[in-house]
């Protein structure tokens, strides 16, 4: 696995290469019939972008739990770094 990512959690860094890596996959396929492969991309981003919605959601509720825990100053969110570095 090539390192694409480098900011962010290993969590998030896998998502992102195996969502990378699948629209890759999809495009080298050469859909013949144009419409379909235009739905199958179509999908894939709004599958990728529900993915990395509940991934920052899940690390902002994690982190926010935490704080109130500890009773501690915000840390970084290193998924949301890796999610930035994706786009």
Known sequence: ???LYSNGCATSEDMLWKLDA???FI???HWPDEVFAEHLSHRLKLMSAD???A???RSS???SQ???R???APIAYTALGAISEFH
């Open 55 to 57: 991934a920052a959601k």
């Open 70 to 72: 500890q009773g501690t």
């Open 1 to 3: 696995m090539s390192r």
């Open 51 to 53: 993915m990395i919605e």
């Open 66 to 68: 935490l704080l109130v």
């Open 22 to 24: 699948l629209q890759s």
């Open 27 to 29: 495009l080298d396929l």
């Open 61 to 63: 509720a994690f982190q």
